[in-house]
């Protein structure tokens, strides 16, 4: 693990080499969801992204974001800091393609969850990709994700603090583990954000693109991939049976095998 300095914010970075390395296929980089971090996409059966690597052939890059998991933290994140309502465009088209720079990586596969995945889009909108694949992400507000996220506010402000409690179970991923889960949870409760819509950044994508949803997420409707819709690149779209809000958590070997035969045919 590395802190790696990005336009003067220390991100939490994890290289994985490519277990074949003379394929010189381009790497896949993993964007998490709103209170993920490095260290969130450790599943069950060991980490994720190691076994997408492993059965693409593919080395990876996964980092923290800001004030997530053992990147720098934001000062007074319910404040002065508190994140704008452009924060995941900010990542797409500021701070991603220089942490892409300083690691010398060009038209790499993106992978994001949730958050993570509404930032692959918009990146891949304006920027060289090799390809998209985006589990859980939001590209417009409904309902049901605000009622969800309020429920998780309620979670954090009544039981948080109780041993085994969400502040508790989150605290193993962040070095700020209050500050992680402010600047998420406020930003999207807050009336400035009701207005985030990108389906027109979707259809500028010319890279293809592959979407995955549960049939069973409590934070967003099948809408959400459906209206990806690129009108130039070629789209793939899969609905999960059995699966919440986190297809790599609850159906990994499925999708694993659903992103690896998709990135089968790109070199």
């Known amino acids: 693990m590395d802190l790696i300095d990005v336009d003067g914010t220390q991100l939490e970075v994890l290289q994985i080499a490519p277990p074949e390395p003379g394929l010189a296929l381009a790497p896949i980089v993993f964007l998490h969801e709103g209170l993920g971090s490095v260290a969130m996409w450790q599943g069950r059966e060991g980490s994720w ?77 304006r920027h060289p ?80 693109v592959l979407a995955l949803q549960g049939e069973d997420d409590v934070y967003g409707t099948m809408a959400q991939i459906e209206q990806i819709a690129p009108t130039q690149g070629s789209f793939q779209m899969h609905k999960l049976p059995a699966c919440g809000h986190s297809p790599h958590r609850d159906q990994p070997a499925r999708t694993l095998e659903i992103v690896r035969d998709f990135l089968l045919g790109q070199s």
């Not at 319910?78 to 991603?96: C, I, K, Q, S």
């Not at 990586?105 to 930032?119: K, N």
């Not at 605000?146 to 041993?163: D, F, K, N, P, Y």
């Not at 700020?176 to 009701?194: I, K, M, P, T």
């Open 49 to 125: 992204p190691q076994a997408i690597c492993r059965a693409t052939g593919r080395g990876g890059i996964v980092y923290s974001r800001r004030g997530y998991g053992q990147s720098q933290p934001v000062a007074d994140v319910r404040g002065a800091g508190r994140l704008g309502a452009d924060y995941m465009h900010l990542e797409a088209f500021t701070v991603l393609p220089e942490l892409l720079r300083v690691m010398g990586i060009e038209r790499p596969v993106l992978l994001g969850h949730s958050d993570g995945g509404s930032i692959a889009l918009l990146h891949a909108s």
């Open 129 to 208: 990709v090799q390809a998209c694949i985006v589990m859980a992400p939001h590209v417009m507000v409904e309902e049901v994700s605000l009622e969800s996220i309020r429920q998780a506010r309620t979670a954090w402000e009544v039981g948080g603090m109780r041993v085994g409690g969400l502040r508790e179970r989150l605290a193993r991923y962040h070095g700020d583990v209050d500050g992680a889960f402010w600047q998420w949870n406020d930003v999207w409760l807050s009336e400035a954000f009701r207005s985030f819509d990108i389906r027109g950044d979707c259809r500028r994508i010319t890279a293809p």
